[in-house]
């Protein structure tokens, strides 16, 4: 049975007054980057959270988008261990599609709305330096083979600054993944491994990645397989039993850096879903994954 309406304020009234002031990193990615419908609903909720006295920072992918505009030009998209092997054409498409694209998209949507969004990536304020990853070792046809992924990086030092001084004047920041090296290189950075870092630069209340699964499942087949809470001391397991594989990986490790580093919950959730940010924040049964520290109780 669904609950009165009522029911729903007032059961989210709680949630409003614990969160109230608080810094919430939310990725946004996954369908929600070509579903222009379900889009303009994850921005409403963004702009919703802001105008009841929340802190919000988004992050964004791009990975559809960008795999499709390699396509167009005869590109194959190629991955290893959940991250997209980047040459210096993929880069350059990469910065295309999430500089010049879906940020500003998504700045022009929250202003739509209501909202004040600002676009930055890591070159504004060398807010994210990074150095190139090292390459990966994969067994292929049973042998050990060394892989360069390429231009895809790693986070050293996050300078939140630039993040500080928007929040404070009451806009929006939307960021695109792309980092820069001690010598103005661009680097491509999976979009939670950022999110996670930045959560864990500002010491956030709340760290939410969306994907297009409800959350982590137990068997992907299986919707019903949701592992609703998942501490710390168990993601290293469920990688080597395979539970956590592919994108998931990264997004996984985002979120154990940033509770590692305090922030209070990391929340895995569907974006493909309209609302789901909402009833996994404000709401007591959730409809995703949340990471935690295991010596923090969890009720």
């Given at each position: ?262 922030v209070e919950g990391a929340h895995i959730i ?30």
């Open positions: 049975m669904e609950l009165k309406r009522e029911k729903v304020l007032i059961e989210a009234l709680p949630y409003m007054q614990e969160f109230y002031g608080s810094i919430m990193v939310i990725k946004v990615g996954g369908n929600a980057m070509v579903s222009a419908q379900i889009m303009e609903d994850v921005v409403k909720d963004i702009v919703l959270l802001r105008y009841i006295g929340i802190k919000p920072v988004i992050v964004h992918g791009g990975g559809p988008e960008i795999t499709e505009k390699m396509e167009r030009v005869g590109k194959k998209a190629e991955f290893c261990q959940g991250l997209r092997i980047t040459d210096d054409e993929t880069m350059e498409i990469a910065r295309m599609v999430l500089v010049g694209n879906i940020n500003t998209k998504i700045v022009s949507l929250i202003g739509l709305f209501g909202g004040k969004g600002v676009g930055l990536t890591g070159y504004d304020g060398r807010m994210i330096l990074g150095h190139k990853q090292a390459a990966k070792h994969v067994l292929i046809d049973g042998v050990d083979t060394e892989v360069d992924i390429g231009w895809v990086g790693e986070s050293e030092v996050i300078k939140p600054e630039i993040l500080y001084i928007m929040l404070e004047n009451g806009y929006i920041p939307v960021i695109s993944p792309i980092a820069v090296d001690v010598k103005g290189n661009a680097l491509n950075i999976n979009a939670d491994t950022v999110a996670g870092d930045i959560a864990a630069a500002m010491q956030a209340k709340k760290l939410i990645l969306m994907t297009d699964v409800s959350g982590l499942l137990r068997d992907i087949k299986d919707p019903g397989s949701r592992i609703s809470r998942v501490s710390l001391d168990e993601i290293d397991s469920l990688i080597e039993e395979g539970i956590i594989s592919g994108g998931m990986i990264p997004k996984l490790k985002g979120a154990a850096v940033a509770v590692k580093c305090g569907n974006g493909s879903v309209s609302h789901t940010m909402l009833l996994e924040l404000f709401t007591d049964g959730g409809v995703g994954t949340m990471v935690y520290r295991p010596d923090k109780p969890q009720e």
